[in-house]
């Protein structure tokens, strides 16, 4: 299954490739500009649930299909999303050249 996988990838990455180099060679770009802006923002708002949905389930250990499935998450992986989102602060390193001056504090 993981060698299918794999040539189906490959195979279609080799056909976006081969698209896009005629879509370019005959000059076919110009035809983006028919799309309706709240077309182009419906397929961006879906790509950045998609990812959203998919890191959260890869970081609670399970499948999130819809927005509806992160209420069935337990506790513990509510407080390992929530570790693993938030950063320590940065503190000053040596070489750091940047002081912040009195009117920026």
Do not use: N
Not at 3 to 16: D, E, R
Not at 54 to 82: C, I
């Amino acid at each position: 299954m993981l060698a299918t996988t794999l040539c189906v990838l490959g195979l279609a990455t080799a056909c976006l490739g081969v698209s896009l180099v005629l879509t370019g060679r005959f000059k076919l770009g110009t035809l983006v500009a028919y799309l309706p802006i709240p077309v182009i923002g419906g397929y961006l708002a879906f790509i950045g649930l998609f990812c959203g949905q998919a890191g959260l389930g890869l970081m609670a250990h399970t499948t999130v299909r819809t927005p509806l499935d992160l209420f069935k998450l337990d506790a513990e992986q509510w407080m390992l999303m929530g570790t693993l989102s938030v950063s320590p602060p940065r503190t000053k390193r040596r070489g750091d050249r940047h002081t912040p001056t009195a009117a920026a504090r």
